[in-house]
């Protein structure tokens, strides 16, 4: 089963920034139809798919737990609420197999496996370093908070914080500081990363160039990227609800859908070298 690509999005009426990517004006019926090729592509490979949602799933897990061990109760809340920033780049094996779904070509695990590897001599390690700064950032800005508005609070326990953030005045106030600043470094990541990930896995760019033309999109498409960032939002964090486990059937399909998104919203690379001749 392979996937396709259906409809001709339009072209951007302002053309870009000389050896940068064009990029399309996309609407709400992309997202739609990028969903569809997603879950096409899921169930195409759907154990493999899975392995990465397994994979991340754990990871969360194991996440927790050590929070757990260590005592550090009061960061168990910002990290589950930060989990979904660094969702892009654990999916970077999903959009290689869309990839080659996509064209017809055949792989199997030594395939998509050597391709994440060969990454890291490339520019995704300079996004993962962006992403994993950022998610840091919100961690401890969250601690920030905790000192400053329940600097009294004890969190000897998960209920006693818990009792704490959401039955005290004190912690209903940390709570609307706390979204306030996360929406705005959770905007500012998903700016940055919504297509970059998937170009810089697919062209040889560097990843100032990828974060840019990502801005860019999210500029030209606000309310279609608006949407698209409460989808995978609102999923993930649902996701998390079942004990993580949520996250081996969404996130491989976020994962794909990503990359059709990307697809429509930047043109082809061999559209850009006709327009260049």
């Not at 739609?32 to 994979?55: C, I």
């Not at 300079?126 to 400053?148: D, E, G, K, N, S």
Request: include cysteine; glycine fraction near 6%.
């Amino acid at each position: 089963m392979t996937s396709e690509i259906t409809g001709t999005p339009p072209t951007n009426p302002t053309p870009p920034p000389q050896g940068m990517p064009e990029t399309n004006i996309v609407t709400v019926d992309d997202i739609t139809a990028s969903l569809k090729a997603g879950f096409s592509d899921f169930l195409a490979r759907p154990v493999m798919s899975g392995f990465f949602g397994l994979f991340y799933a754990v990871f969360g897990i194991l996440f927790v737990w050590c929070l757990v061990s260590l005592g550090k109760i009061w960061m168990i809340i910002p990290a589950i609420v930060g989990f979904p920033l660094v969702a892009p780049f654990a999916a970077a094996g999903l959009y290689e197999m869309s990839q080659r779904l996509q064209t017809g070509e055949s792989f199997g695990w030594s395939e998509i496996l050597s391709v994440m590897v060969q990454q890291r001599k490339r520019e995704m390690g300079w996004m993962a370093f962006t992403t994993l700064f950022i998610f840091w950032v919100w961690v401890y800005q969250v601690r920030l908070w905790l000192a400053i508005i329940l600097q009294d609070a004890s969190f000897s326990d998960f209920d006693g914080f818990m009792h704490t953030v959401f039955f005290t005045q004190e912690g209903w106030i940390f709570l609307i500081v706390g979204t306030c600043a996360g929406a705005l470094l959770s905007a500012a990541l998903f700016s940055v990363t919504v297509v970059a990930m998937p170009m810089l896995l697919e062209r040889d760019v560097d990843f100032v160039t990828a974060m840019l033309t990502s801005i860019r999109v999210v500029r030209d498409n606000p309310v279609v990227m608006l949407t698209w960032a409460a989808i995978i939002s609102a999923t993930i964090l649902l996701s998390l609800v079942p004990a993580f486990l949520g996250l081996i059937f969404t996130l491989p399909i976020l994962g794909h859908t990503t990359w059709h998104l990307y697809q429509r919203v930047v043109q082809p690379m061999e559209n850009e070298s006709i327009a260049a001749s």
